[in-house]
């Protein structure tokens, strides 16, 4: 594992937490949901062809390739959380990851990434490897405040209305989502000090075009 985590950490990446699946599921006998490495992920990502090429999907070109390559010197399989149909069941994946669960506002919430977690894919590996220990639901000693921090109601304990979102963000009031980061994400204390608002912005551009 001290290897693989060297290779990941390399390209901005890091495990996010893994299970052990069944014999008949196919997976393997272990399963890594791999994701960004905090803060270091954006300025790599920055740096390689994929991104400075200028052409569309950067950041899953890259994933596709450096975790191709990562797969292939470990004797893995890698998956990917787009590319489909027909798509990998990515959420039922983490939630059995002990280290992410559904956060009160529905989104994927992660022990040390917050609402800001993302996963860039899995690695489907042969052999049985240990997993990161599973920790505490950081909601459930949490005020949550995501509850109450969509501006306009469109993201809460009711579930998210897109359309509300896409229009709030059309308005001037919601050019700080678009530069800052979606507010009810923000609004969760779990690793404050990894988000970026370069990279935020970014997302929240693809998202609204």
Known sequence: MSALDDKLAAVGLRVLGGFHPDTDEGLGQTVLMIGPDGAA???????TPEWLAGADDP????S???LGDIAAAFDAKARFPFGGPPYQPFFSWVLRSGQAWASPVSLLVHAEQGLFVSY?????LAAHVPLPPT???PCDTCQQPCLTSCPVGALGAAGYD??????YLDTAP??????QGCQVRL??????????AEQSAYHMQRFHR
């Open 120 to 124: 860039r894919g899995a690695l489907l």
């Open 64 to 66: 596709t390739r450096v």
């Open 187 to 196: 609004a969760c204390p779990v690793g404050a000090d990894l988000r970026r």
């Open 174 to 179: 919601g050019a700080a989502c678009m530069s």
């Open 41 to 47: 992920f954006w300025p790599i990502l920055q740096r």
């Open 135 to 137: 920790t505490a639901r």
């Open 59 to 62: 950041v899953d070109r890259y």
């Open 162 to 167: 897109v359309p509300s979102c896409h229009s």
